[in-house]
């Protein structure tokens, strides 16, 4: 699949997927070089990217072009985030939405926390996952994507909520507030982030296997 396939096919799932919930989406990328999506834009830095309903490719905005060289950027790290997943077991879907919400797909983001590269990892994090340099995208990916694993393993495949507030916000948060996501902005803004873009992501593996397959 192209760039340009790939982003505009995934600008239009995001799109397609608005009866869950809402199609408008909004997008800003902070002074640490992370991307943020949000279908309630609460921050003033939010730029609509997709708007309901869906235009036709020809047709899509400025901002959802924007949106789609974002992603097109993605492209490049297909097969690491390959490797990566396979290697931990997990679905290269998830990597890939940690990745855009978390650095836009700059591997040189820093956080104003000290969460490096592509997946933004903590930099002890990164070094108990063997990413010994943090910028280098293939171990960044490799590191994160085992991370995600474990905190699978420990809360389950159908709990990606939990998941996905522990990576953002540490399993001793998740801990500290009875197992829940923890009532942070930040985590109560990442979590339904990461799991729109993973959502639209499987909707349009999905679709891209039908094609092959017909």
């Not at 600008?11 to 992370?34: E, K």
């Not at 036709?56 to 789609?68: F, K, L, Q």
């Not at 836009?104 to 990164?126: E, H, V, W, Y």
Request: charged letters at 20%; proline letters at 6%; hydrophobic letters at 45%.
């Amino acid at each position: 699949m192209t760039s340009r396939a790939f982003a505009m096919g995934l600008v239009l799932v995001l799109g397609a997927a608005a009866p869950l919930c809402r199609a408008d989406i909004y997008a800003y990328t902070d002074s640490g070089g992370t991307t943020h999506f949000s279908n309630v834009p609460d921050d003033a830095r939010y730029k609509l990217i997709v708007r309901a309903p869906v235009e036709t490719p020809a047709g899509v905005p400025a901002d959802a072009r924007r949106a789609a060289a974002w992603l097109a950027r993605s492209v490049q790290f297909d097969a690491a985030i390959g490797r990566a997943a396979d290697a931990a077991n997990v679905r290269p879907e998830l990597v890939r939405a940690v990745i855009v919400v978390e650095s836009g797909f700059n591997p040189r983001a820093i956080s104003r926390r000290g969460a490096i590269g592509l997946m933004q990892l903590m930099p002890s994090t990164a070094r108990r996952y063997g990413a010994f340099n943090a910028f280098d995208p293939e171990q960044n990916i490799l590191a994160g994507a085992h991370y995600l694993a474990d905190l699978i393993t420990r809360y389950g495949v159908d709990k990606l909520d939990l998941v996905l507030a522990a990576y953002n916000a540490g399993e001793n948060a998740v801990a500290r507030y009875g197992g829940r996501v923890p009532p942070f902005k930040e985590t109560r803004a990442y979590v339904p982030n990461v799991l729109k873009m993973y959502h639209a992501l499987r909707a349009q593996s999905a679709d891209a296997d039908t094609g092959t397959e017909s």
